[in-house]
Structure formats: structure tokens, C-alpha cells
């Protein structure tokens, strides 16, 4: 089995190697912190790795890769100037459009279930491709205000602070769609995929945001520090592991207990979700679909796995 292991991931660096394109089984691209790059994650659910950095002909200073793993929105430095930016990579090589205007630090970035918009800075930021320039989501809010969660269409959940608690509002495009409700805390929030409801953890009380504005209590659960959704489940991380909810059926389904201490719900291929990070030493990944959590040991790349 091993050795069939090592033949795969042998196979598939040639193929990248030769091609320059993302082949082969993967569970997409990822941001490598310790060697500022965009590398591929090869593999399939309990047997990855991490492959080579893809070239880039400018210093990525951060960069955060949308779920669809088809871009990523970055600060990058080139020509001694600094400034955001959209990545792509399709034929395996990063390219650069800059973002005009959009300015401050980008971490943290929300992105919608799809991918298809991105939250950072206070700026809405489209998919490439898109046609749509960046747009401020929070310059009419009070100051502190911070983009919770983002919708496939573009509307985002804010957490505005008022009078020493949060409010919660829908806003599109710096504009106030809705004030729904105001909470002591909230922990966090998600989107459903191509949906206008909307999730919102606050300690140990999960509320329901209808796309009409209405504010449900949905159900009590350990104080989640996560929230992620799939087309027929959602995902509430605790610190000991994942409820998985059947929100059409508003109930458990299972809960994905994990050797670690989630600190994300990052998506990968396939109904996956990263638990501590996909560079993480070790990495978690939980299938939603199923409810298992795998270990997986992430070797680097062979070439450097060699030296």
C-alpha cells in the first residue's frame, strides 16, 4: 500500500511538473505560511500531501484562497509597493491582478459558501471574471464593525457594536439592508450555500436569520467557535469537535470527535473541511458528508522531502 502511495505521488508531481496545471486527485491549493506560497494539496481524504509552491513573479505577503480553490485574495509586494490583490493560477502559475483602492489589512478574509465573493478590510471583493469592483461593506457602520459571514449573492452579516453589545445587520455594498437583532456576544456566523438564511453562534445559543429578516432561537448546543455550512448540514465547531446538524430536519445528525482543538472550518474538495489548517503540523480534515475525521500527516514535497 505504501508503495502504491509513493507511485501516486510521484505520478501526480510529474504530471504538474510537465503540464504546469493542478492534476490529478487533489484537495485543492492552500496558503503555506512558513514559505509564502500557494502550493497544491494532492491526495484524497486520509492520504495527502503537500506539493511544490506554484511560481509567482511577486512576494505574497498573505493571501487567502477561496473555497472553489480557483483564486485567493492577497497583499502582495512588487517594485518596492505594496498592495491587495486577486490571484489565479490556471495553468499553474500565479497571476496578479491589482486591486486598486483597497487598502489596510486583509486578514481576516469571509468568503461566501461558493467562493464566488470575499470579504477583508471592509471591502466586498468579487470572483475574477466577475465584472464587479471592489465595494466598501462597512464605511456607513460604527467603527469596530466586522464582517461575520457572506452570502453567495454578496450580502454580508456585520456585527456592529452598540452600547457595549453587538448588532447584527445585513448589509450589501456599504449599504444597510436590515437590523435584526442584538445580542451580549456572537461567536460566529455562516451562510447556507445559495441561500439567503443564515446562522449566527452566540455562547451556548444558536440562532436561525431568515432571508425576510427574521431572528429564530434555533436550538442550544456546546459554545461553537466555528460555523460552516453544506447544501443539507451545519457544521458547529466546539472544543472537542464538530456537530454536524441537519438544519432541515433541526437535529444532531453526529458529532465528528477529533484529536485536536478545531481552529477552523476551512473548505476543501469534496465535502471536506480543514479542522486546524491545512499546513498544520498535524492536519485534521472532517468529511461532512459522513462525519469522520482522519489524520493526515501532510509530508512536503518530495523534492524537498529530499534535501
Given at each position: 500500500m505504501r508503495g502504491w502511495k509513493l507511485a501516486f505521488?510521484?505520478?501526480?508531481?510529474?504530471?504538474?511538473?510537465?503540464?504546469?496545471?493542478?492534476e490529478g486527485p487533489s484537495l485543492g491549493i492552500v496558503w503555506h505560511q512558513d514559505s509564502r506560497s500557494l502550493r497544491p494539496v494532492w491526495g484524497v481524504f486520509g492520504a495527502a500531501w503537500l506539493g511544490s509552491p506554484l511560481p509567482a513573479d511577486v512576494y505574497l505577503e498573505f493571501a487567502a484562497v477561496a473555497p472553489n480553490s480557483r483564486w485567493a485574495l492577497a497583499r502582495v509586494s512588487r517594485d518596492d509597493r505594496c498592495f491587495a490583490a486577486r490571484l489565479t493560477w490556471p495553468e499553474g502559475r500565479v497571476n496578479v491582478e491589482e486591486l486598486e483602492g483597497v487598502a489596510g489589512a486583509l486578514d481576516p478574509v469571509v468568503f461566501?459558501?461558493?467562493?464566488?465573493?470575499?470579504?477583508?478590510?471592509?471591502?466586498?471583493?468579487?470572483?475574477?471574471?466577475?465584472?464587479t469592483d471592489p465595494e466598501p461593506l462597512v464605511r456607513e457602520f460604527a467603527e469596530g464593525s466586522r464582517v461575520l459571514a457572506l452570502s453567495d449573492t454578496g450580502v454580508a452579516l456585520l456585527a456592529v457594536p452598540e452600547a457595549g453589545q453587538w448588532a447584527?445587520?445585513?448589509?450589501?455594498?456599504?449599504?444597510?439592508?436590515?437590523?435584526?437583532?442584538?445580542?451580549?456576544?456572537i461567536d460566529a456566523a455562516a451562510f447556507l450555500p445559495d441561500s439567503a438564511v443564515a446562522f449566527a453562534a452566540a455562547g451556548?445559543?444558536?440562532?436561525?436569520?431568515g432571508p425576510a429578516g427574521a431572528v429564530e432561537h434555533w436550538m442550544n448546543v456546546e459554545p461553537a467557535r466555528r460555523?460552516?455550512?453544506?447544501?443539507?448540514?451545519?457544521?458547529?465547531?466546539?472544543d472537542a469537535g464538530v456537530l454536524l446538524i441537519d438544519h432541515e430536519a433541526r437535529e444532531p445528525a453526529a458529532f465528528a470527535h477529533c484529536q485536536c482543538q478545531p481552529t477552523t472550518l476551512e473548505p476543501a474538495a469534496?465535502?471536506?473541511?480543514?479542522?486546524?489548517?491545512?499546513?498544520?503540523?498535524?492536519?485534521?480534515l472532517l468529511n461532512a458528508a459522513t462525519g469522520g475525521v482522519r489524520f493526515v500527516p501532510m509530508p512536503a514535497a518530495a523534492e524537498e522531502a529530499a534535501q
Amino acid at each position: 500500500m505504501r508503495g502504491w502511495k509513493l507511485a501516486f505521488w510521484i505520478l501526480s508531481a510529474a504530471l504538474f511538473a510537465q503540464s504546469g496545471r493542478i492534476e490529478g486527485p487533489s484537495l485543492g491549493i492552500v496558503w503555506h505560511q512558513d514559505s509564502r506560497s500557494l502550493r497544491p494539496v494532492w491526495g484524497v481524504f486520509g492520504a495527502a500531501w503537500l506539493g511544490s509552491p506554484l511560481p509567482a513573479d511577486v512576494y505574497l505577503e498573505f493571501a487567502a484562497v477561496a473555497p472553489n480553490s480557483r483564486w485567493a485574495l492577497a497583499r502582495v509586494s512588487r517594485d518596492d509597493r505594496c498592495f491587495a490583490a486577486r490571484l489565479t493560477w490556471p495553468e499553474g502559475r500565479v497571476n496578479v491582478e491589482e486591486l486598486e483602492g483597497v487598502a489596510g489589512a486583509l486578514d481576516p478574509v469571509v468568503f461566501s459558501p461558493s467562493g464566488n465573493f470575499a470579504a477583508a478590510g471592509g471591502w466586498r471583493v468579487a470572483q475574477p471574471g466577475s465584472g464587479t469592483d471592489p465595494e466598501p461593506l462597512v464605511r456607513e457602520f460604527a467603527e469596530g464593525s466586522r464582517v461575520l459571514a457572506l452570502s453567495d449573492t454578496g450580502v454580508a452579516l456585520l456585527a456592529v457594536p452598540e452600547a457595549g453589545q453587538w448588532a447584527l445587520y445585513r448589509a450589501a455594498a456599504g449599504r444597510q439592508v436590515g437590523r435584526l437583532v442584538t445580542l451580549p456576544a456572537i461567536d460566529a456566523a455562516a451562510f447556507l450555500p445559495d441561500s439567503a438564511v443564515a446562522f449566527a453562534a452566540a455562547g451556548r445559543d444558536l440562532y436561525r436569520l431568515g432571508p425576510a429578516g427574521a431572528v429564530e432561537h434555533w436550538m442550544n448546543v456546546e459554545p461553537a467557535r466555528r460555523l460552516a455550512a453544506t447544501a443539507d448540514r451545519l457544521l458547529a465547531a466546539t472544543d472537542a469537535g464538530v456537530l454536524l446538524i441537519d438544519h432541515e430536519a433541526r437535529e444532531p445528525a453526529a458529532f465528528a470527535h477529533c484529536q485536536c482543538q478545531p481552529t477552523t472550518l476551512e473548505p476543501a474538495a469534496f465535502s471536506l473541511f480543514w479542522l486546524t489548517g491545512a499546513t498544520a503540523q498535524p492536519a485534521w480534515l472532517l468529511n461532512a458528508a459522513t462525519g469522520g475525521v482522519r489524520f493526515v500527516p501532510m509530508p512536503a514535497a518530495a523534492e524537498e522531502a529530499a534535501q
